[in-house]
């Protein structure tokens, strides 16, 4: 999925419910941004750059749905009781 110019910091993202993963093309390791980290909400995300946590070498990203986050969905559930 391309950026879209509707999202500019990852709290834009995270309020989507979208999320940043980042692949790494030298080891393979992956790894999911949270875009409600304190630090990263306010965040640009053109020009961001991520290192890999195993490696170091920097990763590239891409955006899809959120998936494994399973806290917002308890909260959904909660809503619709
Ligand atoms: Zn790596």
Partial sequence: MAL???HTTFGDLARDELAIEVTCPNCGH???IDGNAPGLRN???AGARFRCDQCGSVGLPSIGKQ???TGRLAEHARKLR
């Fill in 4 to 6: 879209a110019t509707s």
């Fill in 30 to 32: 992956r790894r999911t």
């Fill in 43 to 45: 965040r640009r995300i």
């Fill in 67 to 69: 998936r494994r986050w």
